[in-house]
């Protein structure tokens, strides 16, 4: 019951900062964000870890600033659900400025997979994605492990006529759905484990990588689109840019394309570095015989 209470007492408080002043809810996600890292807890260890794996060349005080940076942006980007899942239409064209390389209402727009990366910002550019194709679309999630919040979440971010598809087991419907010329929006640069993954640098770091994009792509006959959601400053809202479709993509070699997708966000990255999601264990599964990095 108690468990019950809290789901409940926090979806509540999402609906009352949906209707908030944006500047509002990000600010209070900021602070919330700011007091929590001061609280010794696995997750900051996961982003310190990360952080001195990826960039030794820092020195340890730049690794604390970007750290720090980071877990407000994290703690904020979960407040400001409010606001990608509750917030109007209207609102949310207001928040987020649209960057495109390629024409989303293009009517005759090939079979598409958006790629999108892992950044703190991809839930609102998801989104806006969706709402911006203005035409029936799919994405992949990953289902939640309590079902009232994932019936909500699958709802709001299924708002804008989006067929939501669990990640395990889709690359069928992935299929269905690019025969049907509808676009695909997932999310492939987290650690899912060894199946359909193979071991790739990412920052000279070995890195369980998903291949499921290059054989999906190859079987659909389909172009890769990234596309990142960034963080404006100073409370200004989002930016959704989408990048021209890779060429040459995808090959006969699916390891060498999974390395593009890593060297593609090694690229990225550094621009705002506090904005990628390193409160995830990107290293969490490793090669036979390699100790655990966490």
């Known amino acids: 019951m108690l468990k019950r209470f ?12 949906a209707v908030l002043p944006y500047g509002v809810t990000a600010r209070f996600g900021d602070a919330l964000g700011a007091l929590l890292y001061r609280v010794p807890s696995r997750r900051r260890r996961v982003v310190e870890t990360n952080l001195a794996l990826c960039f030794p060349q820092w020195s340890e005080a730049e690794r604390a600033r970007v750290a720090g940076l980071h877990f407000r942006h994290a703690i904020r980007s979960y407040v400001e659900r409010s606001v ?5 239409a209207r609102k949310l064209e207001k928040l987020i400025q649209l960057e495109s390389a390629i024409d989303l209402r293009d009517p005759d727009l090939p079979p598409t997979i958006f790629l999108g990366f892992h950044f703190v910002g991809i839930e609102a550019g998801s989104i806006f994605l969706n709402y911006s194709l203005h035409r029936r679309c799919g994405s992949l999630y990953t289902p939640m492990s309590n079902k009232k ?4 979440a699958r709802a709001a971010r299924g708002r804008f006529d989006a067929e939501m598809v669990p990640r395990g087991d889709s690359a069928r419907a ?6 049907e010329r509808k676009p695909v929006m997932l999310g492939a640069d987290m650690d899912y484990g060894p199946r359909n993954s193979t071991f790739v640098p990412f920052f000279g770091i070995d890195a369980c990588t998903l291949t499921a994009v290059s054989r999906l792509a190859k079987a659909g006959r ?3 689109v990234p596309f990142i ?21 995808p090959t006969d070699d699916e ?6 997708m890593n060297a593609f966000l090694e690229t990225q990255i550094p621009a705002m570095p506090e904005q990628y999601y390193w409160v995830h264990k990107r290293f969490k599964t490793r090669p036979p015989g390699e100790p655990s990095l966490y």
Do not use: H
């Open 6 to 17: 809290g789901i409940a007492t926090a979806i509540a408080l999402l609906r009352f900062l």
């Open 229 to 249: 959601g960034e963080v404006l400053p100073n409370y200004r809202g989002y930016k959704l840019k989408v990048f021209e479709p890779w060429r040459d993509y």
């Open 255 to 260: 390891i060498a394309d999974a390395r593009r």
């Open 174 to 179: 992935v299929l269905r759905m690019l025969r």
């Open 84 to 88: 990608q899942w509750f917030g109007s």
């Open 149 to 152: 919040v994932d019936d909500i």
């Open 222 to 224: 389909a172009q890769v």
